[in-house]
């Protein structure tokens, strides 16, 4: 559940959903569930929301993400690329088990900061 | 409104239709063909090359009765044409039997024009509508058609891009192998490819490749990749090396958020070796002939996401009788019948699995075992490499 500095938003059954913790310029998303093809909406509306925050550093927390794959990958890099164009450092944090395996075998951490 | 087809009216007095003509001109009706009764079928067949709007019968019409009714029903162009009686109906069997022999609605005078109008307006509203819905339904049709015959066009090219039989059967021969491979597509195009080609006499080339996505714009990257591929130059017999040229060529080519898996690898008969450099791909499993697997490490950017990506060779035995296994990822990813992913360690159990009577065709037993577990419509585009080092000589020179 969402802490008393956050909320939850986009939930839907078997797909995946995230909360927001912002803490002065940083914002941490904690992401639950898969992070596939049908994540790019939710995606979307993250990097949206970052510039009208006012936010310099995201931090992805996929601690709870129990699976990704290449098309998720691939919303990672369009995250990067548009933190990049606003001026947010952006980073990986705490992957676990096939999602680690997959960012390890990419090396996306090469081009993602990511904390393992 | 437009004319379209013609009103057909059936009236004892033609001369006495005018109210009639009157109310369905209001209602936009310009082509109206009025008949007396005597040969009303045949006036039918020659006043409309297809299908009237509506048929609008005077129960008066000499000959009129539920046997009328019934031959026109038989028309073929009337099957679905509305066919109003207007008349006094004596009794209620009277109507019942109207309405069975064919009549679709029954118009009891005595009726006001009003009411005579909005009961015709209603006929030819869900008439009009009824031919739209036709019309959209037969260009959906044609649509899918045609999308169908394009697709099955697209979907031999694309199959035309990987090593056929012949090309298979001079690699096995020349180089001592047995080649199995498994290509499908989670949609009628893929985003996969592989090949397979010889360096020298000891050695070949063999890669597999995996495009971001699946359908249309996935095979589009496909044909990139297999025209790069052709192109002379490229340092083939060095895998890290070609994964870096490819990769440089890629990047900016492809759109954002898209990229491409790959493993390449340079197998040496003479060496019993193998070379190999990965780009975001599965880790490729060999299997030794006592039964051992070895699981190869895979390290390295996808192509196309970052000019500046370099990739590393690494090296696993392959000694005669060993198998070989590469695969896209869907091969792991696939979620089986209770919704848990396949799993990597699925994968090796499988091969681990397979026994020696079952060697005759591994991959075909493989993903007969792997098909009972996982459904059929795979969500990702599949693709499976099995090479097997024969034990004995090879037929080539070496």
């Not at chain 2, 006495?16 to 109310?23: C, F, I, Q």
């Not at chain 2, 162009?77 to 064919?102: C, K, N, T, W």
């Not at chain 2, 697997?293 to 090296?315: D, F, I, K, M, T």
Request: overall charge negative.
């Amino acid at each position: 559940m969402a802490g008393p500095s956050g909320w939850r938003l986009a939930m839907w059954d078997g797909a995946m959903d995230y909360t927001v913790h912002d803490s002065g310029t940083l914002r941490e998303l904690e992401m639950r569930g898969q992070i596939t093809f049908e994540a790019d909406t939710d995606f979307r509306t993250i990097l949206a929301g970052w510039e009208k925050a006012g936010i310099a550093d995201c931090v992805l927390n996929l601690s709870a993400v129990d699976y990704m794959d290449s098309a998720g990958l691939g919303l990672l890099v369009m995250a990067n690329n548009a933190a990049k164009q606003a001026g947010i450092v952006f980073r990986l944090k705490h992957p676990r088990g096939q999602v680690r395996d997959l960012i390890e075998i990419s090396e996306f951490h090469t081009i993602i900061p990511c904390e393992f | 409104m437009s004319g379209g087809p013609p009103v057909v009216i059936g009236h004892p007095r033609p001369s006495a239709t005018g109210p009639l003509r009157d109310v369905l001109g209001r209602l936009g009706v310009r082509r109206l063909t009025v008949v007396d009764g005597d040969g009303l079928a045949q006036a039918v067949a020659d006043a409309t090359a297809g299908s009237p709007q509506l048929l609008l019968l005077h129960a008066g019409l000499p000959g009129f009765g539920p046997d009328l009714l019934a031959g026109l029903r038989e028309m073929a162009q009337l099957r679905d044409v509305p066919i109003l009686v207007l008349g006094r109906f004596a009794s209620g069997f009277h109507r019942a039997e109207l309405m069975r022999a064919g009549a679709t609605d029954l118009l009891a005078r005595p009726l006001t024009l009003a009411e005579l109008s909005a009961r015709l307006s209603v006929y030819l509203e869900r008439r009009r509508l009824d031919r739209s819905l036709q019309e959209v339904i037969r260009s959906l049709h044609s649509y899918h058609h045609g999308a169908m015959q394009r697709m099955a066009l697209a979907r031999q090219m694309q199959l035309g891009l990987l090593p056929d039989a012949a090309a298979c059967r001079s690699l096995e021969g020349r180089y001592g192998i047995a080649m199995d491979s498994h290509f499908e597509s989670s949609s009628e195009l893929g985003g996969d490819l592989w090949g397979a080609r010889p360096l020298d006499d000891r050695r070949f080339a063999l890669f597999l490749c995996d495009f971001t996505g699946h359908g249309v714009a996935a095979a589009l990257n496909t044909f990139r990749l297999h025209a790069l591929l052709a192109r002379t130059g490229l340092p083939a017999d060095d895998p890290a090396e070609t994964l870096r040229t490819l990769n440089g060529l890629l990047v900016g080519l492809l759109p954002e958020a898209q990229f491409a898996a790959m493993i390449y690898a340079v197998v040496d008969v003479s060496a019993d070796r193998l070379v190999y450099a990965t780009a975001g791909a599965p880790k490729p499993l060999v299997r030794h002939r006592d039964g051992r697997l070895e699981v190869g490490p895979s390290c390295g950017l996808p192509l196309g996401l970052a000019g500046e990506a370099r990739y590393r060779n690494h090296c696993l035995d392959f000694p005669p009788g060993s198998t070989l296994l590469l695969f896209s990822d869907a091969l792991y990813e696939a979620r089986g019948w209770d919704g848990g992913m396949f799993g990597y360690g699925g994968v090796t159990d499988l091969v681990q699995g397979l026994g020696d009577d079952e060697l005759e065709r591994p991959l075909g037993c493989m993903l007969d075992r792997y098909f009972a577990t996982v459904p059929r419509l795979l969500a990702d585009d599949l693709t499976v490499l099995w090479i097997s080092r024969s034990v004995r000589p090879r037929s080539g020179p070496d």
